[in-house]
């Protein structure tokens, strides 16, 4: 699946159902600004009684399945939101950094003026188009389920796998903004993709 497929070419294919998007609780990186993908970081205290604040803002929903990416601040939110029995999915981590880990956008800048994430290579790191296509394999998966979805993930990923949910290139992703804790949910208006809710 290319990267800029239209939205018809992700069209669905199963149930229409509801996929939750919650993006991990503060860790010291992603307060700093700087990009976190491999480095296994825990969650910051504030972190923690965000996530533990979770359940009563998705209060009322059920889920016919949970996941999560490896990382321990994907998963220690999960855990602390309730749900420690999300299934880890490999697919969910973040867009890796290569690189680029552990630094800020302005230190990259510094080098590589004018870079963005989105549009511009990331040296030994993954590409938009890498990135697409494991989403658009999530995106499938999640189509078949018989129920609405739970995913404790990234920024940077998950940003991704919305605009991939609609079927837009990916490279749109750069005008979502996503903040720690935060939820988001993906649904469907009659037939087509949506966004419903963003960054709540």
Not at 152 to 177: D, I, M, Q, S, T
Request: aromatic share 8%.
């Amino acid at each position: 699946m290319s990267a800029s497929a239209a939205p018809e070419d992700l069209a669905a294919t199963g149930g229409q159902h509801d996929v939750w998007l919650v993006r991990h609780g503060a860790t010291e990186w992603s307060k700093s600004g700087k990009h976190t993908s491999t480095t296994d970081l825990p969650l910051l205290p504030e972190g923690e009684k965000a996530a533990f604040g979770i359940p009563d803002r998705i209060a009322g929903q059920s889920f016919a399945a949970v996941f999560t990416s490896p990382r321990q601040r994907a998963r220690r939110t999960a855990e602390l939101a309730g749900y420690a029995g999300a299934v880890v999915d490999d697919r969910l981590v973040e867009w890796a950094y290569g690189d680029y880990e552990g630094l800020t956008s302005a230190q990259i800048r510094e080098g590589d003026k004018g870079w963005n994430l989105w549009t511009h290579p990331v040296p030994n790191g993954e590409s938009a188009e890498q990135v697409a296509h494991r989403l658009d394999e999530v995106v499938e998966d999640l189509r078949q389920l018989d129920g609405p979805a739970l995913i404790f993930g990234h920024g940077h990923c998950l940003r991704a796998l919305a605009v991939r949910w609609l079927g837009l290139n990916v490279a749109l992703g750069k005008y979502l903004v996503l903040g720690t804790a935060t939820i988001s949910v993906l649904g469907w208006d009659k037939s087509y993709p949506v966004l419903e809710r963003w960054n709540s």
